[in-house]
């Protein structure tokens, strides 16, 4: 029996079935990533992923953003769509300015609307800005 050794990459580059390019991540790994703009400007971190539990799938990323020592942040349900991973930088990328989310309307982390609410807030609130 082989085995691997284990990486916080997602990258395994040995045995049968490498993950190059990059196409599995587990929840584990992702949560706490960072997130920047493809200005490389830091927007924030994942803080949760939320699955779809009819489909299996990822929906969106909760994003927090911005704030100091837990105060004044703001969180966002990011679409799973809207975020690329750069695997090279271990980071996820938002197509979006530091200036728009400070004005966006967020939610706080005492205050997370009905899941479902927010969801479809979100695919509303990002399409339009894409």
Known sequence: MELFN???????????????????????SIIGDKVHNKEDE??????????????GKIEYYIIEF????GIGEKY????????????NKQIFIFDQTREMLEK?????????????????NAEQHWSFMQ
């Open 42 to 55: 830091h927007l924030g971190e994942i803080k949760d992923i939320m699955l779809n539990l009819n489909t």
């Open 6 to 28: 284990d990486n916080l990459t997602g990258a395994n580059e040995e045995g049968l079935f490498p993950n190059l390019p990059l196409k599995y991540l587990t929840a584990s």
């Open 66 to 69: 911005g704030g100091f020592l």
């Open 104 to 120: 966006a309307p967020g939610f706080d982390k005492q205050h997370w609307p009905e899941t479902n609410i927010h969801y479809y």
């Open 76 to 87: 966002f349900a990011i679409p799973f769509r809207l975020l690329t991973v750069d695997p």
